[in-house]
């Protein structure tokens, strides 16, 4: 069992030794730092009040499907924050 996680400590720590982000991540960062954060923050409450309007209408399912949405522009939000705190833009 030793062996196995010291093959595998050392796969992980060659695997990437620069600590570089691939192509895509990096084309996904340039993009995403363009977006202000308020959009993420304006489109999850815009999704819950949104699912509030659907709730209060009837439409159950669909509002709990637009109001699972607002997590995911949070989380987004955070992404963005981040990718322009310490994204690629810091070290180029």
């Known amino acids: 069992m ?3 996680e010291k093959e595998l400590k050392s796969k ?3 695997s990437n030794p620069d600590k570089e982000e691939g192509r895509v991540a990096s084309m996904i960062e340039e993009q995403t730092a363009k977006v202000p ?3 993420f923050l ?3 409450l815009g999704s819950m009040a ?3 309007a659907l709730k209060i209408t009837g439409n159950d399912k669909t509002a709990l499907f637009v109001g ?9 939000g955070i992404y ?5 705190q310490l994204g690629h833009d810091k070290k180029h």
């Open 2 to 4: 030793e062996n196995i």
């Open 68 to 76: 699972q949405w607002a997590p995911s522009f949070l989380l987004l």
């Open 37 to 39: 954060s308020d959009v």
């Open 42 to 44: 304006w489109a999850s």
């Open 12 to 14: 992980m720590q060659n």
């Open 80 to 84: 963005n924050k981040l990718v322009k």
């Open 50 to 52: 949104a699912s509030l």
